[in-house]
């Protein structure tokens, strides 16, 4: 089945678009794609996973069409002049 896996890398977005059995998981799609070859900052124990924009398990199966999503930590740096407190 066609499945697609994207990741938001800090360097340029990356969109793999894959050919995975029946029942493959989000993990088993991710190392398929060769994605974690290319993207070494990945930690998968560490990063949320989604299809969509939902977050999902590691272990979740695919169904055809999916889109896998790696997502980056989201932090926030406040200034000194940061006036968000309005």
């Known amino acids: 089945m066609k499945i697609s896996v994207v990741y938001a890398s800090p360097d340029r977005p990356v969109l793999l678009n894959c050919r995975v059995e029946e029942g493959c998981t989000v993990k088993q799609a991710i190392e398929q794609s060769g994605l974690l070859r290319y993207c ?17 398990k590691l272990d979740n199966p695919l169904k055809e069409g999916d889109r896998v999503e790696i997502y980056q930590k989201i932090t ?6 940061d006036d968000d407190d309005d």
Request: hydrophobic fraction near 40%; avoid cysteine; proline fraction near 0%.
């Open 40 to 56: 070494t900052d990945i930690d998968l124990a560490k990063q949320k996973v989604g299809i969509f924009g939902k977050f999902t």
């Open 76 to 81: 926030r740096v406040l200034d000194d002049d």
